[in-house]
């Protein structure tokens, strides 16, 4: 009698764990609505951002227990997104850099997949009001600036992208040189490693090793400085 009560307890168990529906997350970085932009999205060196994506599995973080391995969004992320976003895939090249709209727990975000697993919102940076920080540093950058001290410390490892500016085919797929002037975006670059980080606007625009015309938040972004209109994103891929 007890060995049946046990095999029926394991298959109610079985049971449960099967029928428990999957849950679906998305991640979007907004500019803080504080004037003094303290929000921590928005006001945080590049340095400090890439410490912040990776501790999100942590205890007590948001994607604590998984077997994921987040980080800050590297330059070949953002092109994957910048080019899907305006395929057939998603806006088909329309301009609107939104995709297909998906409801996950009554909350609305754009997908350029159409499902949960492609959650994808960072369009909204098209508008010119945000720039957003990612592991990308200039190759010739050695030392001297605390805010990029963690991208120059793991530039050898998949999370960087540790790049030359003055060979435009080593960065093809990234969205940089290959497709400034797209959409109205610009994106320039120098080797001045008084801005050493990589920072965009919009899909295609940005800046790094330059004092670029993009205003003072691209130019704080590519010291890799915190600054009230330089957020970032973290992106999950294994």
Not at 17 to 35: E, F, Q
Not at 134 to 161: F, H, P, Q
Not at 193 to 218: A, D, E, I
Request: glycine residues 12%; contains cysteine.
């Amino acid at each position: 009698m007890k060995k049946k009560i046990g095999i029926i307890s394991l298959l109610t168990i079985i049971s449960i764990i099967v029928i428990i529906p999957k849950s679906y997350g998305a991640l979007n970085s907004k500019p803080t609505t504080k004037t003094d932009g303290s929000n921590v999205l928005v006001n945080t060196t590049v340095s400090n951002s890439y410490l912040l994506c990776q501790q999100m599995t942590m205890n007590g973080e948001s994607l604590y227990g998984a077997t994921v391995k987040p980080h800050l969004a590297t330059n070949k992320d953002w092109g994957a997104v910048s080019y899907l976003s305006n395929s057939i895939y998603g806006t088909n090249t329309a301009g609107k850099n939104t995709g297909v709209e998906v409801t996950i727990n009554g909350v609305t975000y754009y997908s350029t997949t159409g499902n949960a697993s492609g959650v994808m919102n960072w369009g909204k940076n098209k508008y010119k009001t945000l720039y957003t920080q990612t592991a990308g540093l200039i190759d010739n950058y050695t030392s001297g600036n605390n805010n990029v001290t963690e991208l120059y410390n793991n530039r050898d490892t998949e999370y960087v992208d540790f790049i030359n500016p003055r060979t435009a085919s080593l960065t093809i797929g990234m969205a940089m040189q290959e497709t400034s002037g797209k959409l109205g975006d610009s994106f320039y670059t120098g080797t001045d490693t008084s801005y050493p980080s990589v920072v965009r606007q919009g899909l295609f625009g940005g800046n790094f090793g330059t004092f670029s015309n993009g205003g003072h938040g691209g130019n704080a972004g590519g010291a890799g400085a915190a600054y009230n209109y330089v957020t970032f994103r973290p992106v999950v891929w294994n």
